[in-house]
């Protein structure tokens, strides 16, 4: 069975840095996707990143891009967002996803998580 586990999120000051990560279960980024996605307070939630494999990566935030990297583990079960320089814009819900490709199909959500920036 396809699932994903989101941990690693709270409460961190501006300028700060924050690691949150994906661990997937039933199958490994060579086969599926896992792509991030965020939700801010009142907004409708998008997409951030996504990884296949481990160096096929898409942004789709450009607001976060050149703060926050992509990285994976040996085993491609576990993927890491490194959240450096931290703003207040970056506040929402965190969720990842596995997918059948990073523009694909979604199989299976996480539940989120909650990331603050505040001070």
């Known amino acids: 069975q396809v699932q994903v586990v989101e941990s690693g999120g709270g409460l961190v000051q501006p300028g700060e840095s924050l690691t949150v990560s994906c661990a997937a279960s039933?199958?490994?980024?060579?086969?599926?996707?896992i792509a991030w996605f965020r939700r801010a307070p009142g907004k409708e939630r998008e997409p951030v990143i996504c990884?296949?494999?481990?160096?096929?990566?898409?942004w789709y935030l450009e607001a976060v891009r050149g703060r926050f990297t992509l990285s994976s583990d040996d085993a491609k079960t576990t993927v890491f967002l490194q959240m450096n320089r931290l703003k207040r814009e970056d506040t929402g819900v965190y969720t990842c996803?596995?997918?059948?490709?990073?523009?694909?199909?979604?199989?299976?959500w996480g539940q989120g998580i909650q990331v603050t920036v505040s001070s």
């Open positions: 990884i296949k494999g481990t160096s096929d990566i898409t």
């Open positions: 996803a596995a997918r059948t490709a990073c523009g694909g199909i979604a199989l299976s």
């Open positions: 039933g199958f490994t980024l060579d086969d599926y996707a």
